[in-house]
């Protein structure tokens, strides 16, 4: 199976997405699947942002849109997605990554035309075990992450969902780590970070 990337442009923000080629008429429910689980506030906020940008973009195809211009940078430079991209190399090497993106703020809004603004910047990637055990696949990320700056949030290790944080550009970063214990084989994973957006977050 080979590998496949795309690349969006939406809003003027670029999207980097990597999967393998069966995976991807899967891709555009990503962001509602395993990203959605909690910690609920943030994924309920995630959840609205992708669905009004998602209907944002359908309806702007037919025409039928009345989208107010974007306020403000909600990324200068860069620098906070940047912050946001190396958790991508806690991943341990011998997991078999399947899904994998890099997605810069996007103009949405939570169903009402005064709530637009920015939803997160966000990365994530999805994986299956290879040849560790759960347990090793935790044990490795931690590490990682712990070397990447992040603070662990504690929490029962044998069960997860395993979350982090650190702050990123003024703004507190999260971290989350679903899946290992409770899942079949071959123990499908999922690992995702999120930051608001530096000017005008959206408030769902």
Same mark, same amino acid.
Not at 38 to 64: D, E, F, H, S
Not at 109 to 118: D, H, R
């Given at each position: 199976?080979?590998?496949?990337?795309?690349?969006?442009?939406e809003y003027?923000?670029?999207?980097?997405?990597?999967?393998?080629?069966?995976?991807?008429?899967?891709?555009?429910?990503a962001?509602?699947?395993?990203?959605?689980?909690?910690?609920?506030?943030?994924?309920?906020?995630?959840?609205?942002?992708?669905i009004?940008?998602?209907?944002?973009?359908?309806?702007?195809?037919?025409?039928?849109s009345?989208?107010?211009?974007?306020?403000?940078?909600?990324?200068?430079?860069?620098h906070?997605?940047?912050?946001?991209?190396?958790?991508?190399?806690?991943?341990?090497h011998?997991?078999?990554?399947?899904?994998?993106?890099?997605?810069?703020?996007q103009?949405?809004?939570?169903?009402?035309k005064?709530?637009?603004?920015w939803?997160?910047?966000?990365?994530?990637?999805?994986?299956?075990?290879?040849?560790?055990?759960w347990?090793?696949?935790?044990?490795?990320?931690?590490?990682?992450?712990?070397?990447l700056?992040?603070?662990?949030? !504690? +929490? &029962?290790?044998?069960?997860? /969902?395993?979350? %982090?944080h650190?702050?990123?550009?003024?703004?507190? =970063?999260?971290?989350?780590?679903? !899946? +290992? &214990?409770?899942?079949?084989? /071959?123990?499908? %994973?999922?690992?995702?970070a999120?930051?608001d957006? =530096?000017?005008?977050?959206i408030?769902?």
């Amino acid at each position: 199976m080979r590998a496949v990337s795309l690349r969006i442009r939406e809003y003027g923000a670029v999207t980097d997405l990597t999967t393998d080629e069966a995976e991807i008429p899967a891709k555009m429910h990503a962001p509602l699947t395993a990203a959605m689980m909690p910690r609920t506030g943030r994924r309920r906020v995630k959840l609205a942002a992708w669905i009004a940008v998602v209907a944002g973009v359908v309806a702007t195809l037919c025409g039928c849109s009345d989208i107010p211009s974007p306020v403000g940078q909600p990324d200068p430079g860069g620098h906070i997605l940047a912050g946001l991209t190396p958790v991508l190399s806690a991943v341990p090497h011998e997991a078999r990554v399947v899904r994998k993106y890099v997605v810069e703020p996007q103009w949405a809004n939570c169903g009402t035309k005064s709530s637009w603004a920015w939803n997160q910047a966000t990365v994530d990637v999805a994986f299956n075990n290879g040849t560790s055990s759960w347990k090793q696949i935790v044990a490795s990320i931690r590490t990682g992450m712990t070397r990447l700056g992040w603070t662990y949030d !504690g +929490g &029962p290790v044998e069960k997860g /969902p395993w979350t %982090w944080h650190r702050e990123i550009e003024g703004k507190t =970063a999260a971290a989350m780590l679903l !899946g +290992g &214990p409770g899942t079949l084989p /071959p123990y499908p %994973w999922d690992f995702q970070a999120d930051a608001d957006a =530096a000017v005008r977050p959206i408030q769902c």
